[in-house]
């Protein structure tokens, strides 16, 4: 149901540029307020090539937005002017407490698919991945992306 209601919201916003909210949206929000309050730092680098899609542009409105709002740091690399050298290829990952790695696989226009777990003799190479990414990247505010929140 959930994966619907985005359809739908991603429609939406295509159409009108009106951002709708979901009740799993409000609850990521408050998880991230309460990590916040605990002292825990969320920080993402997300990749975007040029020029960025629709659904980027729906992300960044409709997400980080309010992410930013509640403590989330959300930085971003445009991977079409960078290049990070790395023994790895390049892709979204979230890494908690540099101990345990995700990749976060997207559809060829930017729309979340699916995780998938690195294995941990691999989250290494991620840790030293994510100090070369977080040097290298823009805080989203920073950035000509940040227009469209406006």
Do not use: H
Not at 31 to 55: M, T, W
């Amino acid at each position: 149901m959930i994966f619907i209601y985005y359809i739908l919201s991603y429609e939406k916003f295509i159409k009108t540029g009106e951002v709708m909210r979901s009740q799993s949206d409000e609850e990521w929000i408050d998880i991230l307020k309460r990590a916040r309050d605990n002292g825990v730092l969320f920080q993402r680098v997300r990749f975007i090539d040029e020029p960025i899609s629709d659904y980027v542009r729906y992300e960044i409105v409709t997400g980080y937005k309010y992410s930013i709002s509640a403590g989330e740091e959300i930085r971003i690399l445009n991977i079409s002017l960078d290049n990070i050298n790395s023994n790895i290829p390049l892709k979204d990952f979230w890494l908690f407490d540099e101990e345990i790695c995700v990749l976060i696989k997207y559809g060829d226009f930017g729309e979340f698919l699916n995780l998938e777990l690195v294995d941990n003799k691999l989250v290494y190479k991620y840790v030293e991945l994510k100090k070369k990414l977080l040097f290298n990247s823009d805080k989203i505010q920073d950035t000509n992306y940040w227009k469209y929140v406006d």
